[in-house]
T-cell receptor, first 114, second 115 residues
Framework: GNSVTQMEGPVTLSEEAFLTINCTYT??????LFWYVQYPGEGLQLLLK?????DKGSNKGFEATYRKETTSFHLEKGSVQVSDSAVYFC?????????????FGAGTRLAVHP | EADIYQTPRYLVIGTGKKITLECSQT?????MYWYQQDPGMELHLIHY???????EKGDLSSESTVSRIRTEHFPLTLESARPSHTSQYLC??????????????FGPGTRLLVL
């Protein structure tokens, strides 16, 4: 079946540190891959996406590359800020039971300290 | 930028009350979804809709019901709220794209506390 596994948190970093949040997936067919971010007390915001192998999604300094050979979509940022503190969800979109289904990882909480 | 709205943002209510959580989107999307998010952050799909007059149960069984009378509106109703319904409820929508994966856009959520 389809599933998403992402690294457990919390991840605690100092401002300007390098960030990696690992995400691997299992899927049949050719899913699209997403990173969503949830700030405290808010809903989910689409951070970036990639629709096919070797695509790189990027937004607000965050990047992730769709790696089919390693079934991964790791999120990276070169220099994090306190304002990046949030929960990050990796997700894949797949057709299941006739409808377009979004399958989420468990979420990774990131805390950035000054 | 997605235009999807949820009201109320926060709701504290007593056991046995009937409540309706509102969700509206102005993007003309055909598909809409309701997710329940537990305190451990995990998201569970509880309802979805392909379009007007279409409603389906999601992966997680829920005592709530939904309706889709207008494209832009997808309210969720609990006939008799219980403490076990305490959670955050997230609404989302996507545009139908034949044969292609779709991107879901989320509202800000409603945080429900049932006493």
């Amino acid at each position: 079946g389809n599933s998403v596994t992402q690294m457990e948190g919390p991840v605690t970093l100092s401002e300007e540190a390098f960030l990696t949040i690992n995400c691997t997936y299992t899927a049949t067919g050719y899913p699209s891959l997403f990173w969503y971010v949830q700030y405290p007390g808010e809903g989910l915001q689409l951070l970036l996406k990639a629709t096919k192998a070797d695509d790189k999604g990027s937004n607000k300094g965050f990047e992730a590359t769709y790696r089919k050979e390693t079934t991964s979509f790791h999120l990276e940022k070169g220099s994090v800020q306190v304002s990046d503190s949030a929960v990050y969800f990796c997700a894949l979109s797949a057709i299941s039971g006739g409808y377009n289904k979004l399958i989420f990882g468990a979420g990774t909480r990131l805390a950035v300290h000054p | 930028e997605a235009d999807i709205y949820q009201t109320p943002r926060y709701l504290v209510i007593g056991t046995g009350k009937k409540i309706t959580l509102e969700c509206s989107q102005t993007m003309g999307h055909d598909k809409m979804y309701w997710y329940q998010q537990d305190p451990g952050m995990e998201l569970h799909l509880i309802h979805y809709s392909y379009g007007v007059n279409s409603t389906e149960k999601g992966d997680l069984s829920s005592e709530s019901t939904v309706s889709r009378i207008r494209t832009e509106h997808f309210p969720l109703t609990l006939e008799s709220a219980r403490p076990s319904h305490t959670s955050q409820y997230l609404c989302a929508s996507s545009e139908y794209q034949a044969g292609r994966q779709e991107t879901q856009y989320f509202g800000p959520g409603t945080r429900l506390l049932v006493l």
